[in-house]
């Protein structure tokens, strides 16, 4: 499935990027198509966070990302990393204490926070104490106002210049003291276009389901997760982001879960099923990956790995992930933050897991000559069709 981003660059006052706003696109066509707040937050989120490579979009500055008043009640911004997003609050948010606390919670954990489209009012008081950032519509705004708005703030607020579309304009919104800027007169929005790896609803209603019991059972929930490639890649993701402030390895899907937790997981399964991917492309390689996990797995159990049947499962679900995502899978691996073997397997460096693959992957391509000359694991052809019917029996009762 192809997947869009749009972004637009935000520079200073020394033509400098600051930053990108980043934008959602159904399609080529750049322009909002409409759609509810939320759901588009939570593509956005989803195409630039968990499926394209974020670092590339935003050219390793901030991203600026619109939030809807039930999204930042729900607190999803927290899952994003705090040292690069900005926390865009649209203009249509109604402004109670209900939100006055989340904007206030964000900023107190280190976010940046921008009233987006503003335009003054009494009641935007209280927001004004929190916000690091106010974005004008340059043209849309008396410019008396807009200079007397920046003198008052100026100590406390930066300013963000948006929509300015002329070479008059910058330099007028420069001469009022205007900290950022964005508009035409720089840059059109550019449309990124990506690849990702559709998740079943199917597994989403079954993980919602089970966070719901008044005890989650971890396991299932993992268990669940393991027969989706899509959302195991996203979970993977998620869990090594910086916000979590972890670089330790994340050998299992279970041990994904126990790290996140019960709050973000539901934040992120909320987000999931906002998304609502309905349509899985490439059903067939993925169904591959699945067998080929299962597969590695297996195969691991009868050489004596009982050990690490985890990390021979998560290669064989991940050793096609790169023609998925059409990325190159050294930035996948690292995004990853698997084990070194596992990387490693991935990436083509020889070792016990990356031998065994082999052997999967030349079995599935009837290379039987290759097979018989294997010295590293003495496993015949027959155990090896016994293991093979075992992972499509497997594969055959997924929900897929």
Request: charged content about 25%; glycine content about 4%; proline content about 2%.
């Amino acid at each position: 499935m192809d997947i869009y981003v749009g972004r637009q660059p935000i520079f200073d006052r020394n033509m400098n990027v600051f930053a990108y706003e980043l934008l959602y696109r159904r399609s080529m066509n750049n322009f909002f198509e409409e759609i509810d707040d939320n759901k588009a937050t939570a593509e956005l989120i989803n195409n630039y966070f968990l499926s394209m490579h974020s670092v590339e979009l935003t050219s390793g500055t901030k991203a600026f990302i619109n939030f809807s008043q039930d999204m930042l009640l729900m607190e999803i911004p927290l899952l994003l990393p705090v040292d690069t997003t900005v926390v865009e609050v649209l203009e249509r948010v109604e402004i109670n204490e209900d939100i006055i606390a989340a904007c206030r919670k964000l900023r107190d954990n280190g976010y940046l926070i921008a009233l987006d489209d503003f335009v003054f009012n009494e009641s935007y008081l209280p927001l004004m104490e929190i916000a690091h950032i106010i974005k004008i519509e340059f043209s849309a705004v008396d410019h008396e106002t807009q200079r007397k708005l920046i003198k008052k703030y100026k100590n406390k607020i930066k300013f963000l210049a948006e929509k300015v579309e002329t070479r008059e304009e910058y330099l007028l919104a420069l001469d009022m003291g205007y900290d950022y800027f964005q508009g035409y007169f720089f840059s059109k929005p550019v449309i990124v276009k990506g690849k990702e790896i559709g998740s079943l609803n199917n597994s989403l209603i079954r993980i919602m389901n089970e966070l719901n019991k008044k005890e989650p059972d971890y396991q299932r929930i993992s268990q669940i997760i393991e027969t989706d490639m899509g959302l195991s890649y996203k979970l993977l993701k998620l869990a090594n982001s910086a916000f979590f402030g972890t670089r330790n390895q994340i050998l299992s899907i279970k041990q994904a879960l126990v790290q996140l937790g019960l709050i973000e997981i539901k934040k992120w399964v909320y987000l999931m099923m906002l998304k609502d991917i309905q349509i899985i492309e490439n059903k067939e390689l993925i169904r591959n990956c699945f067998i080929r996990a299962k597969f590695m797995e297996l195969l691991a159990l009868e050489t004596g790995k009982t050990d690490r049947q985890s990390e021979y499962f998560m290669t064989g679900m991940f050793s096609s992930i790169n023609v998925l995502l059409n990325r190159d899978m050294n930035e996948i691996v690292n995004e990853l933050c698997l084990a070194d073997d596992v990387k490693e397997a991935l990436l083509g460096t020889d070792n016990e897991i990356k031998r065994l693959l082999d052997i999967v992957i030349n079995y599935e391509l009837l290379k039987f000559s290759a097979l018989d000359n294997n010295k590293d694991y003495f496993i015949t052809r027959e155990n090896l069709s016994f293991v093979y019917i075992d992972a499509l029996k497997w594969v055959m009762k997924l929900d897929y």
